[in-house]
């Protein structure tokens, strides 16, 4: 086996039944360290050369519309992007200060251990999976967005391309894939081993090895070890984290103990929505009544206007035809007369 197909499948052989779900929303435990069974991606920031073949992989599995420009288009490096509705993922280029050499960094859902969006969603749209996976249910979601100002990595993009039901569209680290024992699609397709999958544990360990060995390539920080309470995307790198776009102001503190505080109004607002939806739903109805009230108004206006210039139309007619007629009898009297006049001075005469 090629040993980069071995290091992404490092932890599937104990996959199992555990893939399956066994779905548990975030919740506020204290010091949640995740599922004993739950998956991990290490990042190596080292090992990317921008080629975005990750990006392509998401983009196959996941049956998401092409670029505008292709997969092996490098321009588009020059930009920096985030993910949104039609990409869950994009690589972005960073040249560090004093070098010459860029630095590529992937980015998408970092599938944190205690995530903000779930923690902020009151109908319960996100599950964090046991296999460490976060996903999203858009039948239970209100498309209040609350999410994606939760989330610190801004993540979670909302479409509109199907107007009656829009959705957030975010990473799903391939849940369905790794559901079945196969590889994330990104981990899949990348040629270098700059991505490696398996049980987060071990994946962690892999990088705290590469640290160990390789001192002079790697400053030693494992970056979602602890950030945010910890997340399931993981980065090593050569370089500081902060010049390649990642936060360094989150702190280790899980986003469910920050806004719990918020979170307790949430039982009302959820108590108060169906209230806040019945309202809504009445004032549309009156609304309509109003409206179908103004247009049948505006019909029968309409209707007794057509019948007055109709009214108008006909008198004006009679008028015309009354005065016709009487023209042509005065048109044949004085015709008549003069006849009767050039006949009688015939006579005289």
Not at 118 to 127: D, N
Not at 134 to 139: A, E, G, I, L, Q
Not at 168 to 175: A, D, Q, V
Not at 258 to 264: F, H, N, P, W
Request: charged residues 25%; positive net charge.
């Amino acid at each position: 086996m090629h040993r980069r197909k071995f290091l992404g499948f490092l932890g599937l052989a104990s996959i199992g039944t555990t893939a399956w779900p066994g779905r548990a929303s975030a919740g506020f435990q204290d010091d949640f360290a995740g599922y004993p069974e739950q998956r991990g991606i290490v990042f190596d920031a080292t090992r990317c050369i921008g080629c975005r073949q990750c990006e392509q992989g998401c983009q196959e599995v996941n049956d998401l519309p092409k670029p505008e420009k292709p997969f092996n288009d490098l321009s588009v490096l020059n930009t920096k992007r985030r993910p949104d509705d039609k990409a869950y993922t994009v690589v972005n280029k960073y040249t560090p200060r004093g070098s010459d050499h860029p630095v590529y960094i992937k980015t998408q859902c970092n599938h944190c251990l205690e995530p903000a969006c779930a923690s902020s969603c009151f109908v319960a749209a996100y599950t964090k999976t046991r296999t460490g996976a976060v996903v999203y249910d858009p039948s239970v979601c209100v498309g209040c967005r609350y999410c994606m100002i939760a989330c610190p990595f801004e993540v979670p993009a909302y479409t509109y391309d199907q107007a009656y039901l829009p959705r957030i569209m975010k990473c799903t680290m391939c849940y369905p894939r790794i559901s079945e024992g196969k590889l994330p699609g990104c981990v899949q397709a990348c040629p270098t081993e700059a991505l490696t999958f398996g049980l987060r544990k071990d994946v962690l360990r892999i990088a705290r090895e590469r640290i160990r060995q390789y001192p002079e390539r790697y400053i030693d920080h494992i970056y979602g070890e602890h950030e945010m309470g910890g997340t399931n995307w993981l980065y090593i790198s050569g370089v500081p984290f902060q010049e390649l776009g990642l936060r360094q102001d989150l702190g280790s503190t899980a986003a469910p103990k920050l806004t719990s505080g918020a979170l307790e109004t949430v039982p009302m607002v959820t108590a108060l929505w169906p209230l806040l939806l019945g309202g809504v739903y009445a004032l549309s109805k009156r609304k309509d009544i109003l409206a179908a009230q103004e247009k049948k108004d505006a019909v029968a206006s309409a209707v007794e206007q057509t019948k007055e210039e109709h009214r108008a139309e006909l008198k004006r007619f009679r008028e015309r035809a009354e005065k016709e007629k009487q023209d042509a009898i005065d048109k044949e009297v004085k015709k008549a007369l003069d006849q009767a006049a050039s006949e009688q001075k015939k006579e005289d005469s």
